[in-house]
């Protein structure tokens, strides 16, 4: 990737191993794809993806984020209905 003290910014995200790496962690897996807490989860933590060699797992929280949203949904929907 580079060293901002070495190379400017723009080199850095344009070089082709950052867009790889970027293009990698974009995939999401099936599973993430059709949950309805996407737009707020993002698919869980890159980095937590990315260390388990298989950026298209499911992130290791996905189970208690999905009850936490369902919960909070819950409470607020009474006050925006």
């Known amino acids: 990737m580079g060293n901002i003290l070495e190379r400017n910014l723009y080199d850095i995200v344009y070089d082709s191993v950052s867009q790889d790496i ?47 949203f369902e919960y909070v949904a819950e409470k607020v929907k009474p006050h925006i209905s």
């Open 22 to 68: 970027y293009n990698q962690m974009s995939e999401i897996n099936e599973k993430c794809q059709n949950c309805k807490w996407l737009k707020f989860c993002g698919s869980g933590c890159a980095y937590q993806r990315w260390i388990t060699g298989d950026v298209k797992s499911e992130y290791y929280a996905c189970k208690m984020r999905r009850e936490l």
